[in-house]
Nanobody, 131 residues
């Protein structure tokens, strides 16, 4: 059964940091694209960061560039993707989701950050940033 499990969310003050983890089942990790998304109350789901499994190449939303870093565990047996979030601000408050999909050679960064590209989703982990 395909499964993605997020962890690491919590509450933090503005300026603080959190690291999210996404543990993927073996079948999910064979997808060649992993992404992090977030959704705040009353807002659309937003692609935050994506990483291509084969190359490690990354894409980021403009709102998080320079503050967030997506990475993957090079040990394929661990099947884990991370999102390091620094300099957090209240606008980063949202439910954060891990997702797995397939990247094709012709895709643009916007497409790799689109939820339409992803097939498998985790249950989410809440991040709350207070001012």
């Amino acid at each position: 059964q395909v499964q993605l499990v997020e962890s690491g969310g919590g509450s933090v003050q503005a300026g603080g940091s959190l690291r999210l983890s996404c543990a993927a089942s073996e079948n999910t990790y064979r997808s060649n694209l992993m992404g992090w998304f977030r959704q705040a109350p009353g807002k659309q789901r937003e692609g935050v960061a994506a990483i291509r499994a084969s190359t490690g190449s990354t894409d980021y939303a403009d709102s998080v560039k320079g503050r967030f870093t997506i990475s993957r565990d090079r040990d394929s047996a661990k099947n884990t993707v991370y999102l390091q979030m620094n300099s957090l601000n209240p606008e980063d408050t949202a439910m954060y989701y891990c997702a797995a999909g397939r990247s094709l050679s012709w895709m643009t960064p916007s497409q790799r950050l689109s939820d339409l590209t992803y097939e498998y989703w985790g249950q989410g982990t809440q991040v709350t940033v207070s001012s």
